[in-house]
Structures are given as C-alpha cells and as structure tokens.
C-alpha cells in the first residue's frame, strides 16, 4: 500500500465505526529509562471538537478478513505501546546472555548492509545512526516493557525524508492472532518465519503522520519490528515522505543476521563508544565540516598510543552544539576513553595566563588560547585549545585505569592546525 493508499478508504460498518480519540500520557524517568504510555479510547458516535492532545487513528472494520489470516479477531481497545530510552553504553547484561557489544555491532552492519542502495543515513548523534543500543532492564521487573535492543535514524532518499526504527528482543510466547486494526496481511515465508504487516496514519493534534511497519516472527524465537514514518527529524527541509515500501520493510525483519540466533563473526568489535554529553552552544555544524576535520584527525600520528578504533568519525554530540567522537586507548597503562570534541563560535577565554595545582591556561602568539586541567576520582585530564575564529576543540582521556594520557597527547591532538576550520 503506497503513499495515497492508506486506511482512511475504509468504510466499516456504522456498528463498528470507531475513532480513537484522547490521549493519556505518563512519563517516568528513573534509572535511565523514560516510559510513555498511550491509552487509546473509543470516540463517541457523533463527531466533536478535537481537544487539545488528541490522538486519533483510522476506523477498524469488523468483521473483515486479513491475507494470510484464518480466524480474525474482534479489535481490542485500551491498546498502549512503551518506549524505552536507554542511557547507558554497556552491552553486558547478564540478563540477555544472547546479547552483547559485538552482536549489536553485527546486527547494526547487517542492518545498515540491507537497506536498499539509494537510501542515506542522516547526519545524526551515535544514538539515531541505526546503531542497535544496549538491552535495558530485568525481563522479571520490565512489566512488558523493554526487553530488546533497539536502532534509530532518520532515513534520505533523494528529495525525501522519513524516519525508521528497528528492534529486536527473545520470545517465549506464541505467535499473536490477527486482530483487526493490527495488521494488513500476515505473510508466511519458505523457512517459516511469519510477518505481519501494517500501513496506517496516526493524528495528533490534528497533525497526521503516516506510518508503515512490519513485524517478525522468527523460527529460533527472535521477534524483529521495523517502523517507518514520515517524521524527519534530519532539518535538512526534504519533503516528509515514508522512506521504505512494505516489502523493503519485509526484507529488513527477515534479515537473517538480526537472528538472536546469528553467530558474531570473529573479531567483531564492540559499537563505537557514545560521545561524552556536553552543552555547548553555537552553530550547528554539517556533515561536510565535519568530514573535514575526520580526514585531519585520521591524520594525526600517535605515536604510541593504541586505539580500538581511528579518529575521524565525528557526530553531532547528543546533547548541545559540535560534532564529537569518542575511542577506547587500549595502550598498557594509559587505557582509558578518549573524546574529541569540535565546537564553533565560541568565544575567547579572557584573563591572563594561569597555572595551578590541577590547571594552566596560556595564551599562544597566535591569540589561541590553551587551557589544560586534571581532575582526581577518578583521574582524568583534559586540553581545550580556543582559537580566534571561534573553534574550539576539546580533548579528554577519562575513566582511566591506570593513568590518563599524557598532555602532551592530547595537546598534539587539539593544537593540529587543520582543526583550525574549513580548508
């Protein structure tokens, strides 16, 4: 079903005509998680004023049948979905013993491999690069929610924009019988794996937002959702549009590598580490400065200095202005985390030149100022270098275990003068 072919042509029967109406929201942060629920209420028969923080969706006809459905069931009511915003970068939940940094980092290469050839990811934090987050929770406390790892992005596809979200967990349970409003078709694959499928519209105060989404049901016990929407969120003014058709969405949930089941080739590291927050304001940088300065930073020798990964793989920072990238120092005695972050229109530290017990700042002949500070519990050291453009750059080497990296090390870093702007 394409773009101009959604649900709102149903004609249900007068008995069974239904507009969801009314929005319930809860939120609760506690332990990095934020929960919403929506509750979905009948609408009574006549129509009437919207209220504000409405959420409606389409009419359900009953009873109708579904392909691929033998028994249809009656629609259900006081239906609510969860989200679960995950905090954290550790993988090692010992309550997802499936689960682990270098799954996540071969689903999210599967993943992204599968995506058809003329689809981009927006430029966008680690978080909503469609990289597969950590699981959250107990599955004995998570009251249904939680439980599975998820990905995020916004999708571009030529003039157009919408955004997908992918997850995966375990199940136990049986298939779920078709339930009118909850699917369009239910397919039955050669090897057994079952998909649902759904296109849909959802209104919001009034603002409507298409939606597409598959589900899968898959032999070994994997349960795979995809969701397209034409929600951009990427700012780049493209059309809204939804990003993937109903097969392409198919064809992501029955990737075969999704599989809680699919062995981890070896050597596959962990996910990139998530960049430190900061808050820093300033101008929004694109992709193409930021691809700049990732061929400077890939240029930078180290000597002596091992890392899980190379410098230059900057992202916008999930919290505030710049663009950041943070690696793991695997060196003998220096392992640690190390961040860089490039921030603009910053303006220049004022004051004369200071040295104290746990930090100097020193003004060089250029006008660029150095600020270098240590911190104790644990150690950690950070340089700033601030220069007359406004370019800020920012170096720590945090959560060491023995010793941080030395200044010197990140002063070669943050002092390269190909972070200085555009070239």
């Not at 009948?42 to 009437?48: K, N, Q, R, V």
């Not at 629609?75 to 969860?82: A, D, H, L, M």
């Not at 998570?142 to 790892?149: D, E, I, L």
């Not at 981890?264 to 992709?287: A, H, M, W, Y």
Request: aromatic fraction near 6%.
């Amino acid at each position: 079903m394409e773009n101009g072919d959604h649900k709102d042509a149903a004609q249900p029967s007068p008995a069974a005509n239904r507009w969801t109406v009314g929005l319930t929201c809860a939120a609760i942060v506690a332990t990095g998680y934020l929960i919403a629920w929506l509750l979905h209420e009948p609408e009574p028969s006549e129509p009437t004023a919207r209220a504000k923080n409405s959420y409606v969706t389409p009419p359900v006809a009953f009873p109708v049948q579904i392909p691929g459905c033998d028994v249809v069931e009656p629609p259900r009511q006081g239906q609510s979905f969860g989200m679960v915003h995950s905090d954290t970068d550790r993988y090692d939940n010992p309550s997802y013993p499936w689960f682990s940094g270098p799954k996540a980092l071969a689903m999210t290469q599967a993943l992204q491999d599968a995506l058809p050839g003329d689809i981009e990811i927006a430029f966008a934090s680690l978080r909503d690069s469609l990289v597969f987050q950590p699981i959250l929770g107990d599955p004995a406390q998570n009251k249904g929610f939680g439980g599975w790892t998820r990905a995020n992005a916004t999708l571009l596809r030529g003039d157009r924009a919408g955004a997908l979200s992918v997850t995966v967990r375990q199940s136990t349970t049986p298939i779920p019988p078709c339930v009118a409003g909850d699917l369009d078709e239910r397919r039955h694959l050669p090897d057994g794996t079952i998909v649902d499928t759904d296109d849909t519209w959802s209104e919001r105060n009034g603002v409507r937002t298409l939606s597409r989404d598959a589900t899968a049901y898959l032999p070994d016990g994997s349960v795979a959702y995809a969701n397209a929407t034409d929600q951009a969120a990427d700012g780049s003014g493209r059309t809204r549009a939804l990003p993937l058709a109903i097969d392409e969405l198919v064809a992501l949930v029955a990737e075969p590598e999704l599989r809680i089941s699919a062995p981890v080739p070896p050597g596959t590291p962990n996910p990139p580490e998530r960049c430190l927050r900061f808050s820093k304001s300033g101008p929004v940088i694109d992709q193409v400065q930021a691809r700049r300065w990732d061929e400077v930073l890939a240029q930078i020798p180290l000597e002596g200095v091992t890392l899980d990964r190379p410098l230059g793989a900057l992202l916008p920072g999930e919290m505030g202005g710049g663009v950041c990238q943070t690696v793991r120092v695997t060196t003998p005695g220096w392992q640690s985390r190390l961040s860089v972050v490039v921030s603009t229109g910053q303006p220049l530290p004022q004051g004369p030149d200071t040295s104290s017990y746990d930090g100097a700042t020193r003004r060089l002949p250029d006008g660029a100022v150095v600020e270098s500070s240590e911190r104790r519990g644990p150690l950690s050291r950070t340089v700033t270098v601030t220069r007359r453009s406004g370019v800020q750059i920012q170096v720590s080497s945090t959560d060491a275990s023995v010793e941080p990296l030395p200044f010197t090390v990140l002063e070669e870093i943050a002092l390269d003068p190909g972070l200085e702007g555009s070239r």
